[in-house]
């Protein structure tokens, strides 16, 4: 059975200018066309505003070995004084570890204040740090 990363471990910090954000909730959903899953987790940011995710893997045998072209939607929404932030949006296309970031781990900095954006494939107010 081969082990399919869906979405890599994230870690993060949420900041409102310049000051760290306790207790915003960051919630992240993913939808994986293979098997039409869709999954959610959340987390709460301490008192300096960091946050921490585990990775979200699956064991399939038959998508280890049956051609197919790897896509899980993925995004992090930040809910934080009764407002939503859009923090990360993108298409994974692979099963790779870190394989959003050509091997990079998804380590970021959001600030509530940013606007939206798209830097290179992915979507938010998140940059990467």
């Known amino acids: 059975m081969g082990k399919m990363v869906l979405f890599s471990a994230v870690r993060g910090t949420v900041l409102h200018e310049g000051k760290p954000v306790a207790g915003a909730t960051i ?8 098997k039409s899953e869709t999954g959610r987790d ?22 280890s070995l049956l051609p197919h072209e790897p896509l899980v939607k993925q ?7 009764g407002k939503s932030y859009k923090a990360w949006v993108l298409f994974k296309r692979d099963y790779d570890e870190n394989g959003e970031l050509d091997g ?23 940059e990467l740090s």
Do not use: M, Y
């Open 75 to 81: 995004s992090i929404t930040i809910n934080h004084a």
């Open 104 to 126: 990079r781990p998804i380590v970021l900095t959001c600030r509530l204040e940013a606007e939206p954006q798209r830097r290179g494939e992915v979507f938010g107010i998140c």
């Open 27 to 34: 919630e992240r959903e993913f939808e994986w066309a293979w």
């Open 42 to 63: 959340s987390t709460t940011t301490d008192a300096n505003g960091a946050f921490a995710l585990p990775d979200i893997t699956r064991k399939s045998l038959f998508g």
